[in-house]
């Protein structure tokens, strides 16, 4: 805090260096976001894969089932 005594700070306080610090901060949080966003990209994927549509080897995706359930006999 500047008194009214003394208009200005002096570089050993706080108030010197927080428009550095803050811009410090800011920088290291992008930066920081950045290195996650890269280890996201650079992991294997959760998702299963699924078959290429396009490939003639892949196998036919079937449709799920519609309208009644299969009914077996009981007994």
């Given amino acids: ?3 009214d005594k003394r208009p200005f700070t002096l ?4 108030e010197y260096t927080a428009h550095r610090t803050v811009r410090r901060q800011r920088r290291n949080a992008r930066l920081l976001m950045h290195v996650h966003m890269n280890m996201l990209h650079e992991s294997p994927s959760i998702a299963p894969e699924l078959p290429n549509p396009d490939d003639e080897r892949a196998p036919p995706t079937t449709k799920p089932r519609t309208g009644r359930a299969h009914r077996t006999k009981t007994g």
Wanted: charged residues 15%; glycine residues 0%; negative net charge.
């Fill in 1 to 3: 805090m500047v008194s």
């Fill in 11 to 14: 570089p050993y306080e706080p």
